[in-house]
């Protein structure tokens, strides 16, 4: 499991879910932003890539 999605309780208005990175078997808490378009999004520290596909099916399973 590399990327980690959760919702937000739907009790607010901006309620929606959020995408997490799992890094070297820790999760970092900072929020990552879907990628627009092609673009990658590539982690500094472990060097994975996720596409735009990999936080697609994140959001359907829960993380991926």
């Known amino acids: 499991m590399v990327l980690i999605y959760e919702n937000d309780p739907l009790d607010t208005e901006d309620a929606r ?4 990175h799992v890094c070297r ?10 990628p627009q ?12 890539d996720l596409e735009p596909e990999d936080f697609w099916v994140a959001r359907q399973k829960g993380s991926v």
């Open 37 to 48: 378009g092609q673009s990658v999004y590539e982690c500094a520290v472990c060097g994975v």
């Open 25 to 34: 078997g820790r999760i970092d808490r900072t929020e990552i932003i879907l």
């Open 17 to 20: 879910g959020r995408f997490y």
